[in-house]
């Protein structure tokens, strides 16, 4: 029974947009991390306190102010280049934007610096105790997801430079910045975990 | 000499009335301590309740697929479209829900009863340690160390005797499971588990292994025997003892001088060893290596000369040893009574 | 046909057929981005893992045949079950419902692909590989670095004796890495699946209208976001206690086993929902048609299946019972596992109702949809019965379980899965599948399911633990060990007569035409197969059973529908 042709056709040009299928994506995959992170913090909390032998963390963490305030300011810096592109500005997009890859880089600076010092001065590693297990495994992961975001921004960065016309991609380029932001967010918290919590 | 010797000691152990398990086949219906039976009635309760809800809804989705089958002659239309019925879903969904509420009401009684029995001062107090593939048992007021078969004293009305059960692991997660006698434990690495049980009929009961754990998890069984007090008493004062002294001097060197000692304990002599099976009192047990191989001459015999023949991938390794070393070795391990 | 307005062939003239040469084939199928060929890919390697995975049941069976079998050695028989629950699970189950989703959710929500056609490529091509690696582990042979070969540490892979030093050599690790790709092929999916149904619905087709496979389809996306990682996480701490010295779970250094079985377990559970959710999906449009009555209770299986997906987020810790947690965690484990049966027994009750005065057809799909709610209804009960902590205690870990999910999975998923295939392949290639040889297909893998795995539960209840390469005589398991064993040959027989219906239909089976089974749904709106871009122009709905409205103007279902 043929039936297609009878079918009410929409005189639309393209799909109705429920939703941007962009944002709602992304929304899924931070839904995904967030879900990885918390497996990682747990792991964390469940084995505090729980090494046998030192160093523990009162003995060896330092709150890293400087590099915190880094990272969290270059969320504002990102969503300034986001505004900038929005408005077609294309210098103040690149201004803000290299801010941002300095600041992140400026935080992952710091974040060797101090693991230098816990592996050369402390002498804690992953295979340590339970502590450097949970500890460079949670603020490991966290790197890694920065360097990720940094290596994207840098990029985006050079592409700018290279006279790309970004403002087409203005979508895109938020969806970067929302994972910038999201990457910002589990700092927070396992910033509060690790050096306020744990320590 | 030494085949009459050998005559004499398979003649004498075959003799000995292997004690065949009395309770072999492990129906979880038919329990005989207070954990394994509080579980067999919540059980029943269970299948009872899942049986009714199956014959109410079996017997409803049959009756759908006789009836509205479509015949020949039936009509071609489609039939009325019915959406759903608010009082029906309502119906379904608070009945189940009253259900659940009943079942999880005996639940939690159940297994408090269970796991926060408190354990009176005068139980038997065992500590189980499972190995990767045996079974070693201590008893740390009785000064005891056995393996692979645990005695325990007969539990009756008028004299209430508890067991209880320390569990630890060696090396991985392993598994206790008696099913007559209680529900399972799972023995787990940097744990401490813990257990009761307090067995109602003397008898030989047999468990195994539940939790993978490995090559040989097929093979690592349990062995429980439940005494009557007096056996037990005797039991204990046998295990107590030291080994006895050696009657040749050559069989025992014979074991003193093959590696053996690196892994097993002989008490009196200078075999220390801990990674195996204590062998003090070897020849007191029904069986040989965790298995449900009968313990004799023949078989430890066959044993030594070849453990991964009996249980491949084992850790007991295959040393290489003469005829005359394994009767020497068999000849002093078989008077380790 | 005339008044079909899509062209039936794609547009390719006599010059450009004589071109089309096996290499253009090849490359067309390698680099396609196509939701319909890409789902269609997905069920073909699920179904050729499906055979491997069979091969290794076999094994298993003919070993137990007997008491002290020595048909096969211990570790042979160990890396066997690991082998086969680890690809039922990862490399037959997860890929066969991607493969539903991606061929079906465009084209009953009125869409021409899905809203990542390239990010779907990866995730088929990762889950390929990832299965490709698995097998490739059989390879890696004793003397290669030490123990190589296939994993043995059984489909969960309990801590510490996946440690290095109870593992030493490669298999675990091919194990780890296997499923680390086939997961985020599986997560790619599910971020797809979601990003399809929220923004490319068809004009009209709110969510309330959305076909309940793709509603049902989202909640298996949520869970697949929310539990894999917990799995994955798991796996890279695994890795890093084995080459970098971590402590995880390494128990000789204050790791803990228990934290493994938590990870584990809160992907595990969820992940045999995200298994059979998917089922549920497809028998929820096939039974509607074949009794020619919309689903009973529409809403309430929308809720119903977001009750599951929300509440199964919360029972993990019942398949540890036996690990020693305090009795108030077992008995909230126990009340909230009870609770999730509601759920599902709303569905099933939905489904009875549903053919409740219909006019019930019994073609091949609708009997695999009978047979499942049978089984299922079994396997939901066992299931409570394990609910019950004390009761579990004595069912876990032994053949009681594995008769269980054999239950869910056999009983219950892979006769949906049959359903959907038989009520589907005559859209994806235009011909019918034969319902003579599908009776054949049907009626042996039945008997055979149920010779095999009646008597299990049985076994289980006198004491019979699970993973065990052999067993003694005089403990009661021997005659159902036996018995179960020939029900491997029945089910054989069955997927031969599956496997020539398939190669016979595709080769002379009756033509289908768009719409076979008289259905309501978009997808029986279009050509069978349909062309690339599936509507030429994209339809408005005004309600959940478009094709309804279509065929009986004088009583559609907007009239009933609230929304």
């Known amino acids: 029974m043929s039936t297609a042709a009878a079918l009410p056709l929409s005189t639309a040009q393209s799909e109705v947009q429920n939703l941007d299928r962009g944002k709602v994506g992304f929304v899924c995959l931070i839904l995904t991390e967030v879900a990885l992170f918390s497996i990682f913090v747990t792991a964390y909390l469940f084995f505090m306190g729980k090494s046998q032998t030192g160093p523990y963390p009162a003995d060896v963490l330092t709150v890293p102010v400087w590099g915190t305030i880094c990272l969290l300011s270059s969320s504002l810096t990102a969503e300034l280049a986001v505004r900038s592109l929005r408005a077609n500005a294309k210098a103040r997009f690149q201004l803000w934007l290299g801010v941002t890859v300095l600041l992140g880089a400026e935080f992952l600076r710091q974040t060797a610096i101090e693991w230098h010092k816990l592996i050369r001065v402390d002498g804690l590693t992953i295979s340590t105790n339970v502590f450097g297990t949970t500890y460079y495994s949670l603020v490991g992961l966290h790197a890694s997801h920065v360097v990720i ?45 690790v050096y306020i919590i744990g320590r | 000499m030494l085949q009459f010797r050998l005559l004499g000691a398979f003649l004498f152990f075959s003799a000995t009335v292997t004690a065949q398990p009395t309770h072999a086949i492990g129906n979880i219906f038919k329990p005989l301590a207070t954990p394994a039976e509080l579980v067999s009635e919540l059980s029943i309760l269970t299948l009872v309740i899942c049986a009714a809800v199956f014959l109410v809804v079996a017997a409803l989705l049959a009756y759908a697929v006789i009836r509205f089958g479509y015949r020949e002659g039936d009509s071609r239309s489609e039939p009325p479209q019915v959406y759903g019925s608010n009082q029906v879903e309502i119906a379904w969904t608070v ?62 009305a008028s004299q209430r005797k508890l067991t209880y059960l320390t569990l630890l692991s060696a090396d991985v997660a392993h598994g206790f499971w008696v099913p007559q006698l209680a529900g399972k434990t799972d023995v787990i690495p940097n744990r401490t588990n813990r257990m009761w049980i307090d067995p109602k009929e003397a008898g030989v009961y047999l468990g195994n292994c539940s939790e993978y754990c490995g090559t040989q998890h097929a093979k690592m069984e349990l062995r429980v025997v439940v005494d009557t007090p007096e056996n037990f008493e005797k039991w204990v004062a046998q295990e107590q003892q030291r080994a006895p002294a050696a009657e040749s001097a050559d069989n025992q060197r014979a074991f003193l001088r093959s590696g053996c000692i690196a892994c097993h304990t002989v008490t009196g002599t200078p075999a220390l060893g801990r990674l195996g099976p204590d062998l003090t009192h070897l020849m007191s047990r029904e069986t040989i290596a965790a298995t449900e191989v009968p313990m004799n001459a023949n078989t430890l015999r066959d044993w030594i000369k070849d453990p991964q023949r009996l249980k491949p991938g084992n850790k007991m390794p295959t040393i290489k040893l003469s005829d005359t070393q394994l009767d020497q070795m068999v000849a002093y391990l078989t008077t380790l009574q | 046909m005339a008044s079909v307005p899509y062209p039936l062939d794609k547009g390719r003239g006599a010059a450009a057929k004589r071109a089309y040469s096996w290499t253009r084939f090849a490359h067309e199928w390698v680099l396609t981005v196509d939701h319909k060929q890409l789902g269609l890919m997905y069920i073909i390697i699920a179904l050729l893992f499906f055979v491997a995975s069979g091969l290794q049941a076999a094994v298993i069976r003919a070993q137990l045949m007997y008491p002290d079998n020595h048909l096969v050695s211990p570790q042979a028989f160990n890396r066997m079950f690991t082998m086969h629950g680890t690809t039922m699970v990862f490399f037959v189950g997860m890929p066969f419902i991607a493969g539903l989703a991606n061929y079906l959710i465009p084209l009953m929500i009125g869409a021409r692909d899905m809203a990542f056609p390239r990010l779907n490529a990866l995730g088929f091509w990762l889950t390929l590989f990832g299965g490709i690696l698995l097998y490739s582990s059989y390879f890696a042979w ?61 004009e009209g087709m709110t969510l309330a209208r959305m076909p309940l496979f793709v509603w049902m389809f989202c909640v298996v996306a949520f869970q697949i976001l929310v539990a894999l990682p917990p799995l994955t996480a798991a796996q890279v701490m695994l890795l890093l206690d084995r080459f970098l010295g971590a402590h995880f779970f390494d128990t000789r250094a204050s790791g803990d086993a228990v934290l493994w079985q938590h990870f584990f377990w809160l992907f595990g559970h969820p992940e045999v929902y ?106 939901g009960l066992t299931g409570i019965m394990l609910a019950v902590a004390p009761f579990d205690w004595q069912l876990g870990d032994s053949y009681f379980v594995v008769a269980h999910f054999h239950y869910t999975l056999i009983g219950g998923l892979l006769c949906t899965l049959f359903a959907a295939v038989y009520y589907w392949f005559p859209k994806a290639t235009g011909k019918m599948l034969s319902e003579r040889l599908g009776k054949w297909h049907f009626w042996l893998l039945m ?117």
């Open chain 3, 274 to 379: 995200i298994l059979m959710i998917p089922g549920f999906a497809s028998v929820t449009e096939i039974i509607p048609v074949f009794s020619r009555k919309p689903i009973f209770g529409r809403a309430a299986m929308i809720g119903a299946s977001v009750s599951i997906g929300l509440i199964s987020l919360g029972v993990w810790a019942h398949h540890m019972y036996t690990v020693g947690l305090p009795s108030k965690a077992n008995i909230f484990f126990a009340v909230s596992t009870m609770l999730v049966g509601v759920p599902t027994g709303i569905k099933i009750f939905n489904w009875t109702a549903t053919m409740w005065g219909g006019r019930i057809r019994f073609q091949t799909p609708m009997l695999f949809c009978i047979a499942f709610l049978f089984q299922f209804l079994i396997a």
């Open chain 1, 149 to 193: 975001g940094l290596t994207l921004l840098l990029l985006v960065f050079a592409l700018g430079l290279s006279g790309a016309s970004l403002h087409r991609h203005e979508r895109r380029v938020e969806l970067l910045s929302w994972y910038w932001h999201f990457v910002d967010a589990v700092w927070v918290v396992v910033f509060t975990v």
């Open chain 2, 95 to 156: 009945v189940p829900i009253l259900i659940v509420f009943v079942l999880a009401m005996s639940t939690a009684r159940i297994t408090s009863a269970v796991q926060d029995q408190r354990i009176p001062k005068d139980a038997v107090n065992v500590t189980v340690i499972g190995h990767q593939w045996w079974w070693e048992f201590r008893y740390p007021d009785l000064k005891i160390i056995t393996a692979n078969e645990l005695h325990v004293p007969l539990s009756t």
């Open chain 3, 447 to 563: 008997i055979g399911f149920h010779v095999t795995f009646d008597p299990l539960h049985f076994a289980g209840l006198l004491g019979m633990p699970r993973r065990i390469y052999t067993y003694p005589p005089g403990r009661g398991w021997e005659g159902f060990n036996y018995f179960a064993s020939w029900g491997v040959v029945i089910q054989a027989a069955g997927i031969a007569f599956f496997v020539w219906n398939v190669v016979d239909s595709l080769w002379r089976g009756r033509k289908a035409g768009n719409d076979p089974w008289d259905a309501w749904t978009l997808e029986w709106s279009t050509t069978s197969p349909p062309p690339e871009y599936n509507f030429a122009v994209a339809p408005i709905v005004r309600s959940s059973r478009p094709l309804w409205d279509l065929k009986h103007p004088e009583d559609p279902d907007w009239k009933y529908e609230q929304s």
């Open chain 3, 142 to 202: 004793a003397g290669m670095a030490g123990q190589g070969s296939a994993p043995d540490v059984g489909w969960f892979a309990y801590a510490p004796l996946t440690e290095k030093a109870f593992s030493p050599g490669t298999s675990t690790d091919f194990w780890i890495l296997s499923i680390i790709m086939s997961s985020t092929g599986s997560t790619i999916t599910a971020i797809n699946v979601l990003a399809t149904a929220l923004c490319l619905r068809t």
